[in-house]
């Protein structure tokens, strides 16, 4: 579905704005400047019209499990409320003071304010469920000009919800477009590239290669590209932290940049590694239980074939599968950093502490986050050995995909990055 | 006669009796005692799973041979006689990123070529008259992919006065040749000879909707053929219905559904299934079907969905006696309205996720090793 000025369009006329976006966005632009108290109230006022009774049956009806509908709809409320985004912005751009200082050497006062890049191209991904309309309310938040490109396979939340804010607060109209093309469509997508002043992309590497084929040297690229998470446990660690670990598997199922991969463990003993696993392996089954999932049958078969070639693969060395009752844990007698096989199929790999730094190094920009399971008196050490890694987040198992107001993403905080700093001095 | 020449060197590859039953189990047995003796890893596989080839008394016990999964085949090199004696490799696809090595030797290879030339003769696409051929597939020579090998091949059944291909070698690297195709095309309708259509049904498919948005509308001699095999693959998001895809072809290019030719085959297991009218894949004599299970590869009753996975005698030089594909099927030994008595499976989809990005396989392609280890 494409959405312009507050009409849904099908994809001919679709195309047909595109075609003349540049005047379509040059209207938008010379609207008065969309203010953050304007943006704030509108998501408040969405946030507060998000009831179960409507929203529930609509998540279930895309294929959401009743108690994750739950989880997803508490979620979008509360990242859209007030408090929230208020908190936010404080966290982002700091208190009220107005930016004005007389710089070192100088004898004159400048003056600094941060303001909209102007035009922002959203290239989404598809793996989380209303991903789009955060990035686009990201977007709104900064004061840009929004063109969202829907994820192929797109189902359809994404558009209501942006349709809904506009119903509540129609200034915000002309600040959001969404097209529907598919990513195959290069020109359509270069044209909307051509107008915007960056884009932002969601995905994988092969999004991010082709946003980079799409954006032209003199287009800002904001990158969100796909990362890896995992669990560093080292010394004498109790059951519960690795049932946050456990638990973290199967409630993102592992499709997430900030999911548990796997476990690294602090030992070069392939044996401690097989043993851990088995450990594990039996965590992991009890949390499964209490956290049911239901695979499509396609994604059962895949995930059969996978555990089968790695079993077939198997040498009692350098690798052993230990399969229970719907999850695997495979130890593997090397220190690479992969992806596992998701839905609660891990994996567990030796890596001493003093291996670290050189083992997690060769991983430049694809570390998200590292749950630190260890005893307390060793935390510090660790700590130090991951930030010189590209991790950018260190905590518990459990609160690996947890996320907070005011959290940077990727080590970055993102509204800044959709903003400029304009410096005034005269 | 030795038992696989038997199996594979018949006019009718569908007809079955007794005799061939047992010639079947005999040549499988063999075979199986071959690549336990010859291929180390195979032997370990069998020994781990409790395997004997003496264990294959009846056609229910041909689920008991050690399964290849095509992934197995994609990450490690399985063969059964020294590579010196491969006559042909093939790599698969790869539609997912890594591809198998697929090397036959030079026995298997004359046995598969007697087989697919009765094969295709049965299906009477092996014609004297000359043919153009557009090829919906890579051109050969840059790769040692099996597709252009296969749909190189499959040019030879008609004498080629020339052939354009769809993806054209350009420096090493492939480009798609849309623009040549249809030039190609507006000459060959000009042409008294038929058009031959060979390759991957998604280029058929784009080549046949660029020709209707264009307003192109041709009518090929009566003679020309479309012949498939490979799959949607990378272009599955567009999957369209059966009957829409030959009404299309019928639009474009003026050939009839009845010289539409569907054809399944795969590296891992050259052997080729028609779909007969009824859209069903009859299995040869040579060959037998065994759908298995999602959840742990057991074989399922017929006609429940499960992982395609086929027995066949026919390749000497690798242990691919018993191979698991990641196409999902279901299989009937019910009569079929075409007429084929033998039985059949339809191809339902493929195991795997379609339509998620998961975030973290996406970030492992970054290390260019695919998932996991």
Same mark, same amino acid.
């Given at each position: 579905m494409n959405l312009v000025f507050g009409e849904f369009l099908d994809n001919a006329a679709a195309k047909e704005a595109v075609s003349r976006l540049g005047e379509l966005v040059l209207e938008a632009r010379r609207q008065p400047p969309l203010l953050r108290d304007t943006v704030i109230r509108a998501c408040d006022r969405l946030s507060r019209s998000l009831r179960d009774e409507d929203c529930i049956p609509l998540l279930t009806g895309m294929g959401l499990s009743p108690e994750k509908a739950k989880a997803e709809l508490g979620y979008a409320r509360f990242v859209t409320s007030r408090e929230y985004l208020t908190s936010r912005l404080i966290r982002e751009f700091g208190g009220t003071e107005d930016g004005r200082f007389t710089p070192c050497g100088e004898d004159r006062p400048v003056r600094l304010e941060w303001k909209p890049l102007g035009v922002l191209m959203h290239i989404a991904a598809g793996n989380v469920d209303a991903a789009p309309v955060y990035s686009v309310l990201e977007g709104l938040l900064t004061g840009n000009v929004n063109i969202l490109k829907l994820p192929g396979g797109d189902n359809g939340l994404s558009v209501l919800l942006l349709k809904k804010l506009i119903e509540i607060e129609p200034a915000i109209e002309k600040y959001v477009f969404v097209f529907d093309f598919p990513s195959a469509d290069t020109e359509t997508l270069g044209r909307i590239a051509a107008v915007s002043d960056a884009v932002t992309v969601w995905g994988g590497d092969e999004a991010v290669s082709a946003a980079r084929k799409l954006a032209m040297p003199d287009t800002k690229l904001i990158e969100w590209g796909h990362k890896l998470s995992f669990a560093y446990v080292s010394g004498d660690v109790g059951i519960s932290a690795l049932e946050g670990a456990a638990k973290n598997i199967c409630e993102t199922?592992?499709?997430? *940049?900030?999911? *548990?991969q796997g476990v690294f463990l602090d030992t070069d003993d392939f044996e401690e590694v097989c043993r851990f696993a088995e450990r594990f392996a039996a965590i992991l089954e009890k949390t499964a239980e209490s956290i049911p999932s239901s695979l499509p049958p396609a994604v059962a078969a895949q995930k059969t074939l996978e555990l089968y070639t790695e079993e077939l693969e198997a040498e009692p060395g350098s690798k052993r599968v230990y399969r229970r009752g719907g999850v695997s844990v495979i130890a593997y007698n090397d220190s690479e950093l992969t992806a596992s096989y998701a839905f609660r199929n891990c994996w567990v790999r030796p890596l001493p502490k003093d291996k670290l730094l050189s083992e997690l190094s060769k991983y430049k920009n694809l570390l998200n986050t590292a749950a630190l399971l260890c005893p307390k008196k060793d935390r510090a050490e660790l700590e130090a050995l991951f930030e010189k890694?590209?991790?950018v987040r260190i905590t518990s198992g459990e609160r690996m995909s947890r996320s907070y107001c005011g959290a940077p993403h990727d080590g970055e905080l993102p509204l800044r990055r959709y903003m400029k700093l304009v410096s005034y001095e005269y | 006669m030795d038992n696989r020449k038997k199996l594979f060197t018949r006019r009718d590859p569908y007809k079955n009796n007794d005799q061939l039953r047992e010639a079947f189990l005999a040549a499988t047995r063999s075979e199986l005692s071959h690549h336990i003796k010859n291929c180390p890893e195979y032997a370990r596989i069998a020994e781990k799973q409790g395997?004997?080839?003496?264990?294959?008394?009846?056609? /229910?016990?041909? /689920?008991?041979?050690p399964v290849i999964p095509t992934l197995y085949l994609k990450r490690n090199r399985l063969f059964?006689?020294?590579?010196?004696?491969?006559a042909v490799r093939a790599s698969s696809s790869g539609t997912k990123g890594s591809a198998s090595t697929v090397g036959i030797d030079k026995k298997s290879l004359s046995l598969g070529m007697r087989m697919m030339t009765r094969f295709f003769s049965y299906h009477k696409v092996i014609s004297l008259i000359p043919c153009n051929y557009v090829i919906l597939s890579y051109e050969p020579g840059a790769t040692d992919l099996g597709a252009a090998k296969t749909a190189y091949g499959t040019s030879k059944f008609a004498p080629a006065l020339h052939r354009e291909y769809c993806l054209k070698a350009v420096n090493g690297k492939y480009e798609l040749n849309i623009e040549g195709v249809q030039k190609a095309l507006l000459r060959y309708a000009k042409s008294p000879f038929p058009v031959r259509f060979v390759g991957f049904p998604a280029y058929m498919y784009f080549l046949a909707r660029s020709l209707r948005d264009r307003g192109v509308s041709l009518k090929l001699n009566k003679k020309s053929m479309v012949i498939l095999g490979g799959g949607w693959k990378q272009f599955s998001g567009e999957e369209i219905g059966r009957e829409a895809f030959c009404a299309l072809i019928n639009e474009t290019l003026g050939i009839g559904r009845e010289r539409i030719l569907e054809f399944y085959s795969a590296a891992e297991h050259p052997l080729a299934y028609a779909r007969c009218s009824c859209g069903h894949f009859h299995v040869p004599a040579y060959s037998r079907v065994i759908i298995r299970s999602a959840y742990d590869l057991s074989p399922v009753e017929n006609g429940q969905t499960g992982l395609l996975s086929f027995v066949s005698p026919?390749?000497?030089?690798?242990?691919?006696t018993s191979v698991v594909t990641d196409d999902l099927a279901v299989y009937s030994d019910e009569p079929c309205g075409c007429g084929n008595p033998a039985p059949y499976f339809d191809l339902i989809g493929r195991a795997g996720v379609s339509g998620i990005t998961t975030c973290a396989a996406a970030a492992a392609e970054t290390l260019g090793k695919g998932a996991a280890k």
């Open positions: 199922e592992q499709l997430l *940049c900030n999911s *548990c890694t590209g991790v | 395997f004997r080839p003496d264990d294959i008394r009846t056609e /229910a016990d041909l /689920a008991k041979i059964s006689v020294p590579e010196s004696e491969l026919l390749v000497h030089s690798m242990p691919i």
